[in-house]
């Protein structure tokens, strides 16, 4: 470990990285974290049962990293809580295998949260090198009916979540982040949500950014990744949002769920990975029950406060019929009187 910054009274990290056949992704992942700029920092990479020669690497090339070998894969959010419950850290940060960091990534992000003692979760930017970045000039942010809508915030601080890529948490207040049935995807939006709901802030570096290689691991239109992202969307609108909310916002979602549903029957998709997502739903009721009673209990702030930060849009299609259906979902959200960002009056 090289050129480190000596902090005063450094809180102790623990960088847990999630590896799943990355052997390949792993060696400029672990060679960034090798030359961080921080004093007091520990790396543990989680295996979820790879099947390269991931764990060889580690054990030959890195012996400061400690490994935690599963013996199956266990999905994002399992794997990453069975390095969080091995960690010895005050602050943990969550990094994808592969992500490339700054020299300053942990510092950066350990110091925004030592320093407004009210955050819960810090991250950088992300650069995703699998997309042009230069059409996402502003920053995204959630639809009231749980989808990310890009491009709403022209302000660079100005966020409703991190990334799951790369973040950082305090661990006392909050524990282990994730609900593990979500396995991946939207897991980091919960954990968002959950901080604002709680009375706690997200805090965003922009100034700090992250090389994300993105979707190393899934093929993107594949029945399961899309049965997954429905059903976890849906899961976090069911937790958060509270029965009056969801008087006022049910017919809109609905009326998103038809549409669709329609535009995947046009473009020949198949709408099974979405049926999936709602029996799925439908038949563990009571568990979802369990879990929204455990966190509405924990709730500090009202709906309104934490829409401030979403948005009335409900696509990213800029064509004639995304047009139409995002002017119809303004209209609703203004008779309904759910006050988006774009319906506060507030500057973006």
């Keep these: 470990m090289s050129e480190r910054e000596s902090f005063p009274a450094a809180a102790l990290v623990s960088v847990i ?19 961080q700029k921080y004093d007091s ?9 790879s099947t390269d020669k991931s764990r060889e690497l ?5 012996p400061e990293v400690r490994l935690v070998a599963l013996d199956r894969n266990t999905g994002f959010c399992a794997g990453n809580h069975a390095g969080i ?16 960091l700054p020299p300053e990534f942990i510092s950066v992000l350990a110091g ?20 042009d970045m230069s059409v996402y000039p502003y920053n995204g942010t959630m639809s009231l009916t749980g989808i990310i809508i890009q491009n709403v915030f022209t302000s660079p601080r100005m966020i409703f979540g991190v990334s799951g890529a790369a973040l950082m948490f305090r661990r006392e207040p909050v524990g282990l982040p994730f ?23 997200v805090l ?3 100034d700090l950014s992250v090389k994300h290689i993105g979707s190393a691991s899934f093929r993107a239109q594949s029945s399961w990744y899309r049965w997954l992202l429905e059903r976890n969307r849906l899961m976090n609108s069911i937790y958060f949002w509270a029965g009056s909310t969801w008087l006022r916002l049910g017919p809109l979602l609905v009326m998103v769920l038809i549409t669709e549903q ?5 473009s020949g998709r198949s709408i099974f990975p979405r049926w999936r997502a709602y029996i799925w739903i439908l038949t563990h009721l009571k568990r979802i029950g369990r879990k929204r009673r455990i966190l509405q209990a924990q709730r500090r702030v009202p709906d309104h406060e934490i829409m401030r930060r979403m948005s009335c849009q409900v696509t990213n299609v800029r064509n004639i019929g995304g047009r139409l259906l995002n002017a119809a979902a303004r209209c609703w959200c203004r008779l309904m009187r759910l006050k988006t960002w774009e319906l506060t009056g507030e500057k973006r």
Aim: hydrophobic share 40%; with cysteine; proline share 3%.
């Design 17 to 35: 990285v999630l590896n799943y056949n990355g052997e390949k992704m792993l060696p400029d992942c672990l060679n960034s974290l090798r030359s």
């Design 41 to 49: 920092f520990e790396v543990i990479v989680v295996d979820n049962a």
């Design 58 to 62: 580690i054990r030959g090339q890195y």
């Design 85 to 100: 419950q091995t960690a010895r850290g005050d602050y943990i940060a969550l990094v994808n295998n592969d992500v490339i």
């Design 112 to 131: 925004a949260l030592d320093s407004n003692e009210n955050a819960w979760v810090a991250g950088p930017r992300i650069n995703n090198l699998n997309m």
């Design 179 to 201: 609900d593990e049935d979500y396995e991946y995807f939207y897991e980091d939006v919960y954990l968002s949500w959950r901080t604002w709901f709680s009375g706690h802030e």
């Design 204 to 206: 965003y570096r922009p």
């Design 262 to 266: 329609m535009v995947d029957i046009f």
